[in-house]
């Protein structure tokens, strides 16, 4: 009897867990730059995912840039041409690029 009293008591009490008020979700903006071939991004690579994980990664090389797309296409498997791949990776290093090809 004790038991389900305390149990009660847990089961009530998280039941009375809420938030008050309204929630607000931050609003996140990511500055993307309208460079040569973006429309190859746009159409293969914000299927899965906003523009923000291609932007946290900071300015990267031209291998970082091909490692990533690979990735996306064998780990992910992402359906993009042979074309698109190469469009996106001189788009990406052109835009979000550290300078350095290795
Ligand atoms: C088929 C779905 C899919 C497509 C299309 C896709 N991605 Fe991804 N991407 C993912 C998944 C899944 C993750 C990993 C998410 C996680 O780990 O939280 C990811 C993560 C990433 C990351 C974060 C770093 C990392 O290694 O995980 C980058 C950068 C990225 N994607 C770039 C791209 C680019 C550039 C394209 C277009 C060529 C693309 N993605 C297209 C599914 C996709």
Redesign the pocket.
Known sequence: MKKIALLLVAVVSIASAQVKGDIEVPYIAFPIKMGKHFDA?QA??L???SFG??L??GPQSKAFWEE??Q??IHA???P?SEQDQKY?VDY?YSEYGNGKLK
């Open positions: 991004v293969n690579c299927t899965c995912h994980y291609v946290n990664q990533k797309v990735k996306m992910f498997k992402a993009i996106i990406l």
